[in-house]
């Protein structure tokens, strides 16, 4: 199956659905920018919630490299999803594996220079933007990424939602895809029905490649 990521969480019993509807990773926001910021302290408790074997991603866009260290240590985070330029001080810097991001605008996705690239553990796609608080919400164009190898494991972000997330995984065929936003009642309240329905989307999408 397509992995799927719920990001943005900031409530224990969101984390506690997530895992037990098949999530293969929960994110939480430390951008100080961002409507789901969670402190490292939320973060531990909120970490504390998720399945074994579910892996936890912290997301990070201007935050320097103490405050990243901290909230992985707090909240045992097993990946670091930045948000922002990739450079080799990061990399250096940080101590767990790095999901790179690439912003897609009309002429295409951000190139990262290959060996920084080469360095991370997947990149995500997202819609470029100018508010830089992790995701957009808004789709970016599908076919500027389908196809193409990039050397890495796919995760496909931007305006995802239980209506669009089945034609997405058939076009770019992702690794995973990532979802906070499209699931929301609110900024960082997940709505369960519509958490189920992107998990079955996401399904019937897989069903029909099969």
């Known amino acids: ?119 991370c553990r997947a990149i995500l796609f997202d819609t470029l933007s100018s508010e830089r608080a992790g995701g957009t919400g808004k789709p970016f164009d599908w076919g500027s990424i389908a196809g193409r190898q990039f050397g890495l494991p796919i995760l496909l972000a931007g305006g995802l939602d239980p209506d669009n997330v089945a034609e997405a995984v058939r076009r770019v065929r992702p690794w995973a895809v990532d979802v906070a936003s499209g699931v929301e009642s609110a900024p960082g309240m997940k709505d369960p029905e519509k958490m189920r329905r992107f998990f079955e989307a996401v399904r019937r999408a897989d069903a029909d490649a099969a």
């Open 1 to 119: 199956m397509t992995a799927v990521k719920i990001c943005g969480l900031t409530r224990r019993q969101d984390v506690a659905l997530a895992c037990a509807i098949g999530a293969s990773a929960v994110g939480f926001n430390f951008a100080a920018e961002s409507p789901r910021r969670v402190t490292p302290e939320a973060a531990r408790e909120l970490s504390e919630a998720a399945a074994p074997g579910v892996l936890r991603v912290g997301v990070f866009v201007s935050e320097e490299a103490r405050q990243i260290r901290e909230a992985v240590e707090a909240a045992k985070l097993d990946l670091v999803q930045l948000h922002r330029a990739l450079t080799a001080e990061d990399l250096d810097a940080l101590p767990v594996p790095v999901i790179a991001v690439a912003r897609v605008g009309p002429a295409g996705p951000d190139r990262i220079p290959p060996d920084l690239l080469g360095r």
